[in-house]
């Protein structure tokens, strides 16, 4: 588990040091008065919505229901793989982990090229389709290696669609506005995970232990169909 962790240390070192040399790509840095930029900021809060595109606020309320899904079931993969059910040991479970995260890391990158070339909207659509059934897969299969493989499938859908959404949500960001949008992201995405994380409690406690996951999946596909509806025509 500690090899586990320095692993994500340097992977997310990575992930936010690339992250952070090509938003400076994006757009040239400007010189401003911290104190007159956070008044100015707070002013332009109320009328944000009016000088960005529809698709762009459709994005950020669909990253919420994401996020509300998501939290529902993400306390219970440990809990439901080491237990009486899944079976695994502790050890055997920071493998599968390691794997997913290794999954998700590598397929981001690729899938990001190929959804600039095939179509952003492409990769996201198949994602929210397919993801719910390898979470549905999860709660009813025991042994190391297949909760290996459906690990390994969940983090290379995963990375189908958070390379191509991200990439989407820029696109329909204003160059001006692509901070405090990106912001607005965080704080929808913030009261879904409270309600996510509570609803899984309870799901988990008074329904029954795949109940999360379940919802997870159904909540996932609700998205997909949103997603679909929102901006096909975009």
């Given amino acids: 588990m500690r090899l586990f962790y320095v692993f994500t240390f340097i992977a997310c070192m990575i992930a936010h040091i690339l992250r952070h040399k090509y938003l400076q790509e994006t757009l040239s840095t400007l010189q401003h008065n911290v104190v007159e930029g956070w008044k100015k900021t707070i002013r332009e ?59 998700l890391i590598a397929f981001s990158i690729i899938c990001g090229f190929a959804a600039d070339k095939f179509g952003k909207f492409r990769f996201v659509f198949i994602s929210f389709i397919l993801t719910p059934l390898a979470i549905v897969i999860f709660p ?13 499938v969940f983090g290379l859908l995963t990375s189908l669609r958070t390379a191509a959404f991200s990439a989407l949500f820029i696109d329909y960001s ?22 996510g994380s509570l609803l899984g409690g309870l799901l988990y406690q008074q329904v029954s232990a ?24 975009s």
Avoid: C
């Avoid at 795949?210 to 025509?233: C, N, W």
């Fill in 140 to 152: 009813t299969r025991q042994g190391f290696l297949v909760i290996l493989i459906v690990r390994g």
């Fill in 210 to 233: 795949p109940a999360p996951f379940v919802v997870y999946a159904v909540v996932l596909g609700i998205t997909g169909i949103i997603f679909y509806l929102l901006m096909k025509d």
């Fill in 45 to 103: 809060i109320k009328t944000l919505p009016n000088h960005v595109s529809r698709q762009a606020l459709y994005l950020i309320g669909i990253n919420a229901l994401l996020h509300l899904a998501s939290m529902t079931a993400n306390a219970y993969w440990v809990v439901y793989a080491t237990g009486e059910v899944g079976g695994l040991t502790a050890s055997e479970w920071g493998m599968a982990t390691l794997f997913h995260d290794f999954v």
């Fill in 174 to 195: 204003p160059r001006m506005f692509r901070g405090r949008l990106n912001a607005f992201q965080r704080l929808a995405s913030r009261p879904m995970v409270i309600v």
